[in-house]
Every structure is written in structure tokens, then in C-alpha cells.
């Protein structure tokens, strides 16, 4: 269900940020929970094309704030969904879930390998700014090029192709185990010799 925001100074955190429900964790079923990872989804790309349209020059308010909600609304997504594939007692739910934590990552990934949005960052002047906005700037940087942002074309494709697969395998992994239902059984507690004894 969307995320309500707090209004009453009563519900405020003491930095004064609004409080907000999650967004994905209570979804009645997989219909509505996939028609909410769908909006947001959306939302996050709307923003980047809202960034990216903005021209010259960057500044924190126009390339910095707008990027940190686009992060903030991006990794609710992954989050929750991650948690619901996890834990939701729902095959249904869970499948969703899955489905939708695997399009946040791939929309990370497209992300993090954003020529447009890197150079933006480049052009970003923080030389006024105070230590802290400087370091999560130099931060933001180091980031894109560590995800090899500064590649030629062919290379990205091939690093979104592996961590495609990378998310896929990872999440079939967490699946056999959390479905695996073997069990073994011993006749006495002399069956256990060597083991902790928890």
C-alpha cells in the first residue's frame, strides 16, 4: 500500500525527517503488491529522466537532492522486495516479489553504468560546498567508475549481463534453501557425539 507521510509533530523523528509507512511490506497479495513495485519502479525512472533533463549548470539542488530520493525510493524497492521473497508465507507473493527485486536490480545496474549521469556528477562543482557534501560527491564518483561506468559500450553491456545473472543465480540460491525441507533422524543422543551442544 503507498506509503503514508506523518504530519503531526507527535510522529516526527528527532532530525525532524517525516516518518512513512513501508511501502511494499503490507501489499494484500501479489496482484496489488506488483501493481505497487510497478509505480515505484516508475517513479524512480522518472526521476532519472528529470535529472538527466536538467542542463547547466549542476548544482546540489537540481542533480544532488533530486539523486539521493531517486536512491532513497530505489532501495525501499529492493528492500522490502528482497524481504517479502524471504519471508512471505504466500508462493504468490513471494514469486512477485522475486520478480520485482530482480527489475530494481537490473534498473541499479542501468544505474550505476549511466554515462549521462556520471558526466553530470563530473560537471557538479563542490568546491563551496562544506566536507560532507564533498565526500558523499567524491563517493558518488568513485562508485560509478568502481561499476565501470567510464567503459567503452561493449564492456558495460557485458558487466549488466553479469550482474543480471549474478542477481538471478543469487536469488534461485536463497530459494533452494528456504524451500529445501530434508530432515534427518537419529536414534540417541550418542548419534550426535561430536557435535555443539546446541
Not at 18 to 41: Q, V
Not at 75 to 87: M, N
Not at 175 to 189: K, M
Request: hydrophobic letters at 40%; aromatic letters at 6%.
Amino acid at each position: 500500500m503507498p506509503a503514508s507521510r506523518a504530519t503531526a509533530e507527535g510522529d516526527r523523528r528527532p532530525d525532524a525527517s517525516p516518518l512513512t509507512a513501508p511501502r511494499y511490506l503490507f501489499a494484500s497479495d501479489a496482484e496489488s503488491l506488483a501493481k505497487e513495485a510497478a509505480a515505484g519502479l516508475a517513479e524512480c525512472r522518472q526521476r532519472l529522466e528529470e535529472i538527466l533533463a536538467r542542463g547547466r549548470p549542476r548544482t546540489i539542488e537540481n542533480l544532488l537532492v533530486p539523486y539521493d530520493r531517486l536512491l532513497s525510493g530505489l532501495s525501499e524497492l529492493q528492500g522490502q522486495s528482497r524481504f517479502l521473497f524471504d519471508v512471505h508465507p504466500d508462493a504468490a507473493v513471494r514469486e512477485t516479489a522475486d520478480k520485482w527485486y530482480q527489475e530494481a536490480e537490473r534498473f541499479a545496474t542501468d544505474l550505476a553504468l549511466n554515462r549521462p549521469l556520471y558526466d553530470a556528477f563530473v560537471d557538479l562543482d563542490v568546491s563551496q560546498e562544506d566536507p560532507e557534501t564533498k565526500y558523499a560527491v567524491r563517493k558518488i564518483l568513485r562508485d560509478f567508475r568502481l561499476a565501470g561506468v567510464d567503459r567503452d559500450a561493449a564492456t558495460r553491456e557485458r558487466i549488466k549481463g553479469l550482474r543480471d545473472e549474478m542477481t538471478a543465480t543469487g536469488q534461485d540460491f536463497d530459494r533452494t534453501i528456504r524451500e529445501d525441507e530434508r530432515s534427518i533422524q537419529v536414534d540417541g543422543a550418542a548419534d550426535l557425539a561430536g557435535l555443539p551442544a546446541d
